[in-house]
């Protein structure tokens, strides 16, 4: 969570119980950000909830802490009402007792008389709030938000998403969490296996909506919230709004408040942004020599596919740049203590595809390099990228490599940003282009999937060598 501020409220002016406060104060956080300060009091009131707000505006804080406030009250309210009640049964608690009660009305057979009788499978998970993340490291950041910001109130909670043990998944859901965050389509697996059900969730949210329609899990979200109670508070949070995410929300959002934080915590005037023009071929020597001329100590660096991610990584090993890659092909456990290590120093840079950047949340990240530029059709990856940098109050730089062949794809993030980059021409490799418009949207910039230059990439000149002026020894030029 970002401490971007808006005005001069407090989270204590914003209602919040005592033991929220407290966690807040324990994890370093006094004052909201701004989709916070505006969000909250919308979800405490009940509304369903539209925003758009980019990455690290502190957005999971301000769907998390309502819930775990209605969650806390609504639990106070419970035993408010079961206090009179005759006394549990022997051996259970009031709650457990009353999961009993629920599960006589609905007509199952309550477990908690099956003593003797053989073992059956395991209640279905029946979770009060369900938060859906389009990838593992996003629900996983989630989790862990509700976690330190529930600590005081015991609020069970769990975490399932793909690449992961799904027994260990499944041991967890048999605890009953009240919360469950999960990406789609781990949360159907189980709810195909009868491990979880959604006829009691009360709270809906749909995080970065806009990354699941580039993932393509629109079809798995519908089929999910058609699931869930048809009386319930649904909250939606997307950095774009795509007209096929404006058609999802006018059908699954009453009525919603509509809450628009352009910038989020990415301070724009705090960020600078430029542009290297340069060729396919001579990207990763421009990095190396970037990289080690400015010192720089965190860095993200963007590819569109795993197998070049990959590679830059290996690449800036040999050049003794300690860094490693995170993609899609990586097991669950290698992005983990790749991130780990990135958080704590122990490499300077980490190599990502955008899929696998989603929930990376490192506020002293200096520099975020595209190293590829995202396709025409995906300008908008471009403000989740830059989200890395620029947090906290800190300046931040946002570089670009453009090739020929992406010189529409930069376009067209100009005018998605409302703004020109500045063009930075201080380096051996840099070409003159011409001004040219995007296309229309929908088409690509003709850069092939697998990383290569696409329809022109056979205009560069026989040796490999751009039109700029002199470089390094082909020894020293690292590949990748």
Do not use: W
């Not at 950041?141 to 975490?159: C, D, E, F, P």
């Amino acid at each position: 969570m970002s401490d971007t501020v808006t005005s001069d409220v407090t989270f204590s002016e914003l209602e919040l119980i005592t033991p929220i406060l407290n966690a807040l104060k324990s994890e370093g956080y006094h004052t909201p950000t701004e989709i916070q300060a505006r969000a909250i009091p919308v979800l405490l009131a009940g509304h369903d909830l539209l925003g758009t707000a980019q990455t690290g505006g502190g957005k999971t804080a301000a769907f998390v802490l309502p819930i775990l406030q209605s969650l806390s009250v609504a639990r106070q309210l419970e035993r408010t009402f079961e206090e009179p009640a005759a006394a549990p049964q022997r051996g259970t608690g009031g709650r457990r007792n009353s999961r009993s009660n629920a599960a006589n009305s609905r007509g199952r057979i309550p477990t908690d008389h099956m003593a003797g009788l053989p073992r059956r499978r395991a209640e279905a998970a029946r979770p009060a709030a369900l938060i859906l993340a389009p990838t593992r490291e996003l629900a996983m950041q989630i989790s862990q938000s509700v976690s330190a910001y529930g600590a005081r109130l015991k609020v069970r909670h769990t975490v399932v998403y793909g690449g992961a043990s799904k027994n260990t998944q499944a041991r967890e859901l048999a605890q009953q969490p009240e919360v469950l965050v999960a990406t789609p389509g781990r949360l159907l697996d189980f709810i195909n296996e009868k491990a979880v059900t959604l006829e009691d969730v009360r709270y809906l949210v749909l995080d970065e909506a806009d990354r699941m329609l580039d993932m393509g899990f629109i079809p798995d979200v519908r089929r999910i919230v058609a699931m869930t109670a048809q009386r319930r508070q649904t909250t939606m949070f997307s950095a774009t709004m795509p007209r096929e995410i404006a058609d999802l929300a006018a059908g699954i959002l009453k009525d919603p408040v509509r809450i628009e934080c352009e910038h989020g915590s990415m301070r724009v005037e705090a960020i600078d942004h430029s542009v290297m023009f340069v060729d396919q071929a001579d990207k990763l020597t421009l990095l190396v020599d970037m990289i080690e001329r400015q010192h720089m100590h965190r860095a993200i660096v963007f590819t569109r596919t795993k197998h070049r991610a990959t590679r830059v990584a290996k690449a800036l090993n040999k050049q003794n740049i300690d860094s490693d890659a995170i993609h899609g092909d990586k097991t669950q456990s290698a992005r983990t203590r790749a991130l780990d290590a990135f958080k704590k120093g122990k490499i300077q840079v980490l190599v990502a595809t955008d899929v696998a950047a989603r929930g990376i949340d490192v506020d002293s990240i200096s520099h975020v390099i595209n190293f590829e530029l995202p396709g025409e059709a995906e300008a908008e990856t471009y403000v989740h990228r830059i989200g890395r940098t620029g947090r906290a109050g800190a300046d931040g730089s946002a570089v670009s490599f453009c090739s020929r062949d992406e010189v529409r794809s930069l376009r067209a993030i100009e005018q998605l940003m409302k703004m020109s980059v500045r063009v930075d021409r201080d380096h051996e490799f840099h070409f003159e282009v011409p001004r040219v418009a995007p296309r229309a949207a929908g088409r690509d910039n003709g850069q092939s999937r697998s990383g290569g230059n696409g329809r022109n990439a056979g205009s560069r000149r026989a040796n490999g060598r751009g039109p700029a002026g002199g470089k390094r020894p082909d020894s020293r030029r690292p590949r990748a």
